[in-house]
């Protein structure tokens, strides 16, 4: 497995999908905060999800998520799978991606690159490790995040 490409654009300037379910079931979400690197020997993918959203359901009951790269001119489209809730609307109705099932997980077809990743370890961040000026400027609220950790099982190039 081989995978060459600058991390801090892809997460922080072009955004990716979160995804975790199966044919029957999934949601997704737009993410921004995440990375990539080797934990235990294995190529790995971290993210963050706060507890109040509904993609921390399906990541709680799922073995897999996938994390997918969109080329430029989805980032609108990816921009209001960030701000609506699965809850409230149908985004694949809505979004006009194109659902693709895999064997372990979902991703859409218009994706550039998705990792496929298998669940290894799941934290809540711990408020009290946290700097405070972290603390004031994203959880106000105390919605914290959970980091999930996945092992890359396998990576689709668009």
């Given at each position: 497995m ?6 801090l654009?892809k ?9 975790a ?35 921390h ?27 609506k ?29 998705t ?6 370890h ?6 009290d ?5 972290a603390?004031?400027a ?19 190039r668009?």
């Amino acid at each position: 497995m081989n995978l060459e490409l600058d991390i801090l654009t892809k997460f922080n300037d072009q955004w990716a999908l979160l995804t975790a379910g199966d044919e029957s079931s999934f949601n997704t979400m737009t993410i921004s905060w995440g990375g990539m690197g080797t934990l235990w020997n294995k190529p790995v993918v971290t993210t963050y999800v706060r507890k109040s959203r509904y993609t921390h359901d399906f990541m709680e009951d799922n073995d897999y998520f996938t994390v997918s790269f969109y080329p430029e001119e989805y980032k609108s489209v990816l921009g209001v799978l960030g701000s609506k809730s699965g809850r409230d609307m149908d985004k694949m109705k809505d979004s006009g991606l194109t659902a693709e099932v895999l064997d372990k997980g979902v991703t859409f077809k218009e994706a550039e690159l998705t990792l496929v990743c298998k669940k290894l370890h799941k934290q809540l961040l711990d408020p009290d490790a946290m700097p405070q000026e972290a603390k004031d400027a994203f959880y106000g609220d105390g919605d914290w995040h959970d980091m999930y950790i996945g092992e890359i099982v396998e990576i689709i190039r668009g």
